[in-house]
């Protein structure tokens, strides 16, 4: 069994790590089929509307909660998309709730204009949407909002200290409300929000936050008639997402190899080693 | 010698259509339309009651259009975007709105029907069926409550994403509000 995929803290990554993620967006970016950036951020908002937000009961009186199993589908497609691009890259999720000195804000890989005199893949992406009325033709951009108004641990806390499944999901997808709209720009919107890549890292974070409290209250709240509601456009079914070591991957906030080779003693398994940091 | 045109009978090519890309959704800097409950009691959130949480419950909110905060203050009318969210300003919660930036489709695009869809129409609700929220008031709901009979439930909308397709005055639109409270 190949091991997990380990999503890592943006404020953790490595220059390796940095620079094997940029460049995975970079080599999306430049594909205009349906392997490529412009087409799997357009499922969520414009011009495809896929994404599940909010509560929406048309046909029943149980609540189609779907927010936090639709989004971790799209994110495991997603990470996959990154791959084939780069292989062994994973996506990094964004801490909103660290605070200066360790972070301020947006993230300074995602805040770059430029790296290396190219322009950083992780700032902004081209949208290409001439069929949108109006159309959507232009680069993404934030206008961000005073750090010290991102969410903070307290509420995350807040959150996870609810144990009732429907009470959790709302108050995480307000949390995650929140922080699109400091964003602001074109993250602050359903129909653009995909296309700024700060998008998935800021919903890997939002997946941790849910994976922390499964680990906690487990999945028996969950309504067993949502189980096997699909995902569409993807081809999970709700029971289908809820594990994440399922879906091959986990989350750590810092990974890094120790090398065994030519080690005095005796050495166990030659497998690279998993350490978790502090966060 | 120029060259012969390749169908000489074809009209004339239409212009270009022009292209004007939508904008990058922006804060608005003009304040939204404050909404103001009317005054219900609230005896049953008396200092002789014993509830563990006391929920404001929003439903029925329209989200096609700008993104905002929510800003609810109890008993505070005149409660503006720079108020300070503070208990003695009666300040009770926020939610948030994540809205769609407008419609970006053909005419009709964003119209909701679910109240006409037929029994065996099993395709997804409209990604636009209202919203719901919840803002946990407990304390201000205590405090309000030992010392009023009543309570009005403004929300002043702030706006941090909208494009200009996005209404930013009317911006806080809901069909149903309630308190709910809970005991342990």
């Given at each position: 069994m190949a091991d997990l995929r380990i999503r890592l803290g943006v404020h953790n990554l490595s220059d390796a790590q940095v620079s094997a993620f940029r460049d995975s967006y970079r080599q999306m970016m430049a594909i205009a089929d349906n392997r490529g950036y412009q087409y799997l951020a357009g499922l969520h908002g414009t011009p495809s509307w896929y994404c599940w937000h909010h509560q929406q009961n048309a046909h029943t009186a149980q609540s189609m909660q779907l927010f936090l199993p639709w989004h971790r589908a799209y994110l495991y497609n997603w990470e996959m998309a990154m791959r084939d691009r780069v292989p062994d890259v994973t996506l990094p999720w964004w801490d909103w709730t660290l605070r200066p000195p360790r972070q301020n804000g947006v993230p300074q890989i995602f805040s770059d204009r430029s790296v290396g005199g190219q322009p950083n893949p992780l700032a902004s992406f081209r949208m290409n949407l001439p069929n949108t009325q109006p159309p959507l033709m232009r680069n993404t951009a934030r206008q961000p909002g005073d750090p010290a108004e991102l969410p903070s641990q307290a509420d995350v806390d807040d959150a996870l200290a609810r144990t009732d499944w429907s009470d959790f999901t709302d108050k995480l997808e307000d949390i995650h409300d929140n922080v699109h709209g400091w964003v602001s720009g074109d993250m602050g919107v359903v129909g653009t929000a995909a296309f700024d890549p700060i998008f998935w890292s800021h919903h890997a974070m939002i997946d941790r936050i849910w994976w922390l409290w499964q680990t906690k209250n487990g999945n028996a709240n969950i309504s067993t008639e949502l189980l096997d509601v699909v995902l569409a456009p993807f081809t999970f079914r709700v029971r289908d997402v809820l594990n994440p070591n399922d879906l091959g991957y986990d989350y750590a906030a810092a990974q890094s190899a120790i090398p065994v080779a030519g080690a005095t003693g005796s050495a166990g398994a030659p497998a690279a080693g998993a350490a978790g940091g502090s966060g | 010698?120029?060259?012969?045109?390749?169908?000489?009978?074809?009209?004339?090519?239409?212009?270009?259509?022009?292209?004007?890309?939508?904008?990058?959704?922006?804060?608005?800097?003009?304040?939204?339309?404050?909404?103001?409950?009317?005054?219900?009691?609230?005896?049953?959130?008396?200092?002789?009651?014993?509830?563990?949480?006391?929920?404001?419950?929003?439903?029925?909110?329209?989200?096609?259009?700008?993104?905002?905060?929510?800003?609810?203050?109890?008993?505070?009318?005149?409660?503006?975007?720079?108020?300070?969210?503070?208990?003695?300003?009666?300040?009770?919660?926020?939610?948030?709105?994540?809205?769609?930036?407008?419609?970006?489709?053909?005419?009709?695009?964003?119209?909701?029907?679910?109240?006409?869809?037929?029994?065996?129409?099993?395709?997804?609700?409209?990604?636009?069926?209202?919203?719901?929220?919840?803002?946990?008031?407990?304390?201000?709901?205590?405090?309000?409550?030992?010392?009023?009979?009543?309570?009005?439930?403004?929300v002043v909308p702030v706006v941090t994403a909208a494009n200009e397709l996005c209404d930013t005055d009317n911006v806080f639109r809901c069909a149903t509000m309630k308190l709910v409270t809970y005991n342990a």
């Open positions: - | 010698m120029a060259r012969a045109p390749r169908n000489p009978a074809a009209p004339a090519a239409a212009a270009p259509r022009r292209l004007r890309s939508l904008g990058v959704p922006t804060r608005s800097t003009k304040p939204a339309r404050t909404f103001t409950s009317a005054a219900i009691p609230i005896a049953f959130a008396g200092p002789e009651h014993r509830y563990a949480r006391a929920d404001l419950e929003i439903d029925g909110i329209f989200h096609g259009e700008a993104s905002y905060e929510g800003r609810v203050f109890f008993n505070n009318p005149g409660a503006d975007q720079q108020t300070a969210k503070t208990a003695e300003n009666g300040y009770a919660g926020s939610f948030y709105i994540f809205g769609h930036g407008g419609c970006l489709g053909d005419p009709g695009h964003c119209d909701v029907h679910e109240h006409r869809r037929e029994d065996y129409d099993f395709r997804p609700p409209h990604p636009l069926t209202p919203a719901k929220k919840r803002v946990t008031v407990t304390q201000a709901l205590r405090d309000i409550a030992s010392t009023a009979a009543e309570v009005t439930v403004t």
